[in-house]
């Protein structure tokens, strides 16, 4: 489900317990693998009510089956492609009727897939717009009205350091996460008043899976450049990134809202 659960399994940490979040209905977008998978599995621990949203019906199977395993809280599952607004809706309103009202959305899907300068086509970057932007304000948009007839919400969006660094090859990326921290900024300002909080967080590299994969077979000399980089001599794992978002979700926050939360070990 996560990567490497012998790493994970080695970071040992006395994690924190949040009352407020019991009981609570949260949403994650691409919770199917890699640090979403993460998230879901960290909320159901908490004993939220968890249903999550991703494109792969198969790795969301075995995510439900895996988090049911680990916590004894079976999260609920739900097939969307994001880029289709009308299936992210129906996705989100298929996810209500079974959780109960959405107090905490993480909008975590996204894709930093490369590709060189010269072959980006207007097409494409559209597309990456829809992959890593678009779709985290329309599921905003979609749970807002449940969010504030609730008492409020939370609502966390997932950014990226690689545009603080200016990564190249992904300039289409680093454009629409560089743009989750204006978004979050102006949706925090304009449903402050209906008691729902908006923050960001911008992850280094973290080692899902599928980083982990392709810097193998792309460079494999990025696991030590980053380590070079970075103040905290420790690779990122899922895990760390869930860990921001329970905070940011719990009531332990309650006035914190409009920020991004870098957590890079000090890579930028």
Known sequence: MTLHPELIAKVKVE???????????????????????????????????????????ETAAATVEAVDAATGNRPVMA???????DALRGGVEMLTAAIGPVRVLVNNAGNDDRMPLEEVTPDYWDDRFDVNLRHQFFAAQAVIGQMAAAGGGSIINM?????????AGLIFYTTAKSAVM???K??????GERNIRVNSIAPGWVLTERQVERAKRVYQGKFAEYLEVQCLKEHLLPPDIARMALWLAADDSRLVTAQTFIVDAGAV
């Open 159 to 167: 950014g990226s350091i690689s545009w603080m660094r200016g990564a």
């Open 79 to 85: 097939v969307a492609d994001l880029r289709d607004i």
């Open 15 to 57: 994690t924190a317990r949040y009352p407020s979040l019991e009981g609570r209905g949260v949403i994650v977008t691409g919770g199917g693998s890699g640090i979403g998978a993460s998230l879901v599995e960290h909320f159901c621990a908490q004993g939220c009510k968890v249903g999550f949203l991703d494109l792969h019906a």
């Open 186 to 191: 102006s949706l925090a300002r304009e449903v």
């Open 182 to 184: 204006g978004m979050t």
